[in-house]
């Protein structure tokens, strides 16, 4: 995943704005921000997998005698 993130930062970046026409800069801004929804995707799932390490940590504890 980590890969694919700095690749796609690297291509987003890399783009010259300055020679894009009024439906590029529109269809770049949707990509920024598909790109930040989907960062904010990655955080959210892995706090859910920190938090069900710790239930299963739990659940461990309480099913023995």
């Known amino acids: 995943m980590a890969n694919t993130i700095a690749?796609?930062?690297e291509i987003l970046?890399?783009?010259n704005q300055e020679?894009?026409?009024t439906d590029q800069q529109i269809a770049l801004a949707q990509?920024?921000?598909a790109f930040a929804?989907?960062?904010r995707l990655e955080m959210i799932?892995?706090?859910l997998y920190s938090?069900?390490?710790v239930?299963?940590?739990l659940a461990l504890r309480v099913a023995q005698p």
């Open 51 to 53: 938090i069900q390490q």
């Open 45 to 47: 799932n892995q706090r």
């Open 31 to 33: 990509a920024y921000a």
């Open 37 to 39: 929804q989907a960062e």
């Open 19 to 21: 020679t894009l026409t």
């Open 13 to 15: 970046y890399g783009i």
């Open 7 to 9: 690749e796609t930062i």
């Open 55 to 57: 239930l299963n940590g």
